[in-house]
Structure formats: C-alpha cells, structure tokens
C-alpha cells in the first residue's frame, strides 16, 4: 500500500532545487521514509532539517541528528511556534480540519511565504477529519468519531468493512460523516486560502497517493519555482483524469486486500479454534481409552484370582 510521500520524491526534488531553501520542516514523520529523503537533501544541500512527531522514531534521531538537523517529539501547534520560519513545510500529522488549519496559520505571516507541501488532501482524509489524538481537539471543531468503524471509498458513513485505525501502525479515530464544514484537510487549505490568502495563494493538487497539495505564492517565489509550478499545474490538468482512475483501482485493490486479509484472519480464527476442539476431544479420547485399559485391566486380574466353585453332591455320581 503506498502512503509516503516518499512516493512523490521524483516531482518534489526538483521543486526543492528550484526553491533554494535554507531551512524545511517536516510534520508528521511516520515511519521516516521521506524523511531520509529530505536529510539527504539537506545534507546535499547545506540546508537545515528540522522534524516534528509526537512519535518520532528513536533509532532516526540518532543516526540523522546532527548540525543541520533537529528532531521534536510532540504535537505540531505545540512545536511549530518554538521553530525560527522555515522555508519549505511538509504537513503530514494529524489529518483533520483543526489541526491544518491552525498550522497554516502558524508557518504563513504577513511577511512569510513559504512552500507548502500538503499530504492527505485527497480521499479519504480531504473531506473527513481524523483523529491521532481525540482529545487534543477542541470539542466545537471535533466531529462525532469512532476508533474501531471503517471508512470506505463511495460511503459517506462509517461501516464494518474498509480501513481504519485498527489496520495503521498508529492508531486513530474517524469522523462518522464525510463533508461538511470544517471537516477534512482540503476543506481546511481552502477556508484558509479563502480567508487569509485571497489571491496570494495558489493550491496545486496532485491527485495520487492520497492526494499531494502544493501551495505557493507565485508573486513571492522564485520565478524557476512558479514557472515549474504552473507547468505542473497544467500537466496536472490533463493527466487528472487518468490518475484519479489510477487512484481508484489503488484504492479498490487495497480494499479487496483488506478484505482478503480479514477473511484469512477469520479463517486462521476458525482453524484455531477447530484446532483446540480436536485436542480437546483428543485428550478426552485419550482419557477415556487409559480408563478403558484400567478396566481392561482389572476384569483381567479378577479372573485371575477367582476361585473355582465347589461340586455338589448330585454331581459326584454323575
């Protein structure tokens, strides 16, 4: 199953080339697959790397972290304001409206334009929050949400097939309803640009892998980024169609995937349990054939010591 942005490094890389950057910021490090990417950029690069993940991997931090690189274990609104303004952002956390929102409006200021790469702007998280942490949510921007019910693509309610948290190497919870106000990372990115960036900001989607949002600032960006930018905004243009239909049948095969899984899951559960009542059955067999053999046995030496009956007297004329 693809889910890294990792996956998107060829279109990436060059964008980073293109925007010289002297700092980049990575929220949501996962299982470091990109970031390796990145820290072997900076370290091409002299650029400084700094990362963000309330889970952030141990055995990362001590083979990357050195003069260019930092690593900060907590919840990106908590550490976002300790960070000096970075010049590239990969937002990859939590994947609701709350927590995208208010990063935008930590790393974008009056006087900061940077590039920013979205993850999850796409199905299924684009128009449903999810939750790593229920409980850092406010309540007024927290929808009603399960931890165990699976979302599936082409249903807007939650049901017992799909993926949720249960099948991640993290857990999380999901809204119970898709769409809305204020419900999803693209809906997030847009209220904000609506809000706060008028016509400063573009938003350009690459609709693969989950969806990868690009956000820049044409009038602020160097002019090889914008017009590598606005390229690929086209190219994008033309080949949607085929990549949300590669997106589709990606999704729609990890679905039977899933399901395979489960059924195999509920196969293994069944043999298990066949299993334990055939050696339950064994050992009564068992049990009752040592029993047998006892009293086998016990006839036998009952036989052995019986006495003989003695004659009666109309039996010795005879």
């Not at 690069?45 to 889970?55: H, Q, V, W």
């Not at 940077?114 to 942490?133: A, E």
């Not at 599936?152 to 119970?176: H, K, N, T």
């Not at 160097?222 to 905004?233: F, N, V």
């Given at each position: 199953?693809?889910?890294?942005?990792?996956?998107?490094?060829?279109?990436?890389?060059?964008?980073?080339?293109?925007?010289?950057?002297?700092?980049?910021?990575?929220?949501?490090?996962?299982?470091?697959?990109?970031?390796?990417?990145?820290?072997?950029?900076?370290?091409?690069?002299?650029?400084?790397?700094?990362?963000?993940?309330?889970?952030?991997?141990?055995?990362?931090?001590?083979?990357?972290?050195?003069?260019?690189?930092?690593?900060?274990?907590?919840?990106?609104?908590?550490?976002?304001?300790?960070?000096?303004?970075?010049?590239?952002?990969?937002?990859?956390?939590?994947?609701?409206?709350?927590?995208?929102?208010?990063?935008?409006?930590?790393?974008?200021?009056?006087?900061?334009?940077?590039?920013?790469?979205?993850?999850d702007v796409?199905?299924?998280?684009?128009?449903?929050?999810?939750?790593?942490?229920?409980?850092?949510?406010?309540?007024?921007?927290?929808?009603?949400?399960?931890?165990?019910?699976?979302?599936?693509?082409?249903?807007?309610?939650?049901?017992?097939?799909?993926?949720?948290?249960?099948?991640?190497?993290?857990?999380?919870?999901?809204?119970?309803?898709?769409?809305?106000?204020?419900?999803?990372?693209?809906?997030?990115?847009?209220?904000?640009?609506?809000?706060?960036g008028g016509?400063?900001?573009?938003?350009?989607?690459?609709?693969?892998?989950?969806?990868?949002?690009?956000?820049?600032?044409?009038?602020?960006?160097?002019?090889?980024?914008k017009e590598?930018?606005?390229?690929?905004?086209?190219?994008?243009?033309?080949?949607?169609?085929?990549?949300?239909?590669?997106?589709?049948?990606?999704?729609?095969?990890?679905?039977?995937?899933?399901?395979?899984?489960?059924?195999?899951?509920?196969?293994?559960?069944?043999?298990?349990?066949?299993?334990?009542?055939?050696?339950?059955?064994?050992?009564?067999?068992?049990?009752?054939?040592?029993?047998?053999?006892?009293?086998?046995?016990?006839?036998?030496?009952?036989?052995?010591?019986?006495?003989?009956?003695?004659?009666?007297?109309?039996?010795?004329?005879?």
């Amino acid at each position: 199953m693809l889910s890294s942005l990792a996956e998107f490094w060829s279109l990436v890389e060059p964008l980073l080339v293109a925007a010289r950057p002297a700092r980049i910021c990575e929220v949501g490090i996962g299982q470091g697959e990109f970031t390796t990417e990145l820290l072997e950029f900076c370290k091409a690069n002299s650029c400084r790397y700094a990362g963000i993940d309330p889970r952030a991997d141990g055995l990362i931090m001590q083979q990357a972290c050195g003069a260019l690189a930092e690593f900060f274990q907590g919840l990106s609104l908590a550490m976002l304001p300790a960070l000096s303004p970075q010049d590239v952002y990969f937002l990859d956390g939590d994947h609701n409206y709350y927590t995208v929102s208010n990063e935008l409006k930590l790393v974008v200021q009056p006087d900061r334009w940077p590039l920013i790469f979205v993850h999850d702007v796409c199905w299924p998280w684009g128009r449903r929050d999810q939750y790593c942490s229920p409980e850092s949510i406010p309540e007024a921007f927290r929808h009603p949400y399960s931890a165990t019910q699976r979302v599936a693509p082409g249903r807007g309610e939650l049901g017992p097939d799909g993926f949720s948290g249960e099948d991640s190497v993290y857990p999380y919870s999901i809204a119970l309803h898709e769409g809305g106000p204020r419900n999803g990372v693209l809906t997030a990115i847009e209220d904000f640009i609506h809000e706060y960036g008028g016509n400063e900001w573009r938003l350009v989607i690459v609709p693969a892998v989950f969806g990868l949002g690009i956000m820049y600032a044409p009038k602020k960006c160097p002019a090889e980024l914008k017009e590598m930018l606005e390229q690929l905004a086209k190219s994008i243009e033309t080949l949607a169609p085929m990549l949300e239909s590669l997106e589709r049948n990606r999704i729609d095969l990890f679905m039977n995937f899933l399901r395979n899984v489960k059924d195999s899951v509920s196969i293994h559960a069944d043999y298990r349990a066949l299993a334990e009542h055939e050696a339950q059955l064994r050992a009564e067999y068992d049990r009752l054939l040592r029993h047998t053999k006892a009293l086998q046995q016990a006839y036998d030496d009952l036989k052995a010591v019986a006495v003989p009956q003695p004659e009666t007297p109309s039996m010795r004329g005879l």
